[in-house]
C-alpha cells in the first residue's frame, strides 16, 4: 500500500469530534492547551459543520453533534512542556481532574482530566529518565514524590494500571 498525499500539518491519525456545543469546545481547546484555528466551516443557518483546530504539531477536526450524526467520547494522549501549568489551565477551563500531575516510572510527569464533552485527556510532560536494570524499565532522573491521593482506578484499562505506585522506594 502506498501512503496516501496528506494534507499539511496532519498525519496519519487525526481525531475527529462530534461534539454538542462545539463553540464552546473550541473556547476549552483554546483555553486549556492553547489550540489555535485553522479552519472553521458553517453552513447558511450558521451552525458549525467542519473545524480544525492545532495543537503542537497535530491536527484536531470537530464538528456539531446532529440527530443523525450523535455525539461520542475520546480519550487522548497529549505531550505538553508543562503538565501542572497545563493541568490548572484545564481545570480552569471546567474540566474534573481524575489524577493530579505525578512524576510516573515510565518517564513523564503525567495527570488526567476529564473535559464537560466527556473526552478524557492524559496530559504527559516527558521526563529526563534513566535506564533501569530491564529495558523496559526507565524511571524519571529527580523524581517528585507523587501526592499519596494520586490513586485512580480505570475500568477500561488493565489491572496493572489501575493505581499509582510511589516511583522511588
Not at 29 to 53: C, I, P, Q, S, W
Not at 122 to 148: F, G, I, M, T
Amino acid at each position: 500500500m502506498t501512503d496516501p498525499k496528506i494534507p499539511a500539518g496532519h498525519h496519519h491519525v487525526n481525531p475527529y469530534y462530534l461534539v454538542h456545543d462545539p463553540e464552546g469546545f473550541m473556547s476549552f481547546l483554546k483555553d486549556a492547551f492553547g489550540a489555535t484555528e485553522k479552519a472553521v466551516h458553517r453552513n447558511g443557518d450558521g451552525r458549525m459543520m467542519h473545524a480544525e483546530y492545532r495543537i503542537g504539531d497535530s491536527a484536531l477536526m470537530f464538528g456539531e453533534a446532529l440527530e443523525d450524526c450523535s455525539a461520542s467520547t475520546s480519550m487522548n494522549y497529549l505531550y505538553m512542556s508543562d503538565t501542572d501549568a497545563t493541568h490548572k489551565a484545564a481545570l480552569a477551563a471546567g474540566c474534573t481532574e481524575l489524577y493530579a500531575p505525578n512524576d510516573e516510572e515510565y518517564g513523564v510527569r503525567g495527570s488526567g482530566i476529564k473535559d464537560r464533552w466527556g473526552n478524557t485527556w492524559w496530559l504527559a510532560q516527558p521526563l529526563k529518565c534513566v535506564r533501569l536494570s530491564s529495558p523496559q524499565a526507565v524511571r524519571p532522573e529527580k523524581a517528585r514524590s507523587p501526592s499519596p491521593t494520586a490513586q485512580i482506578a480505570c475500568p477500561l484499562l488493565p489491572k496493572a494500571y489501575s493505581g499509582r505506585r510511589p516511583l522511588l522506594q
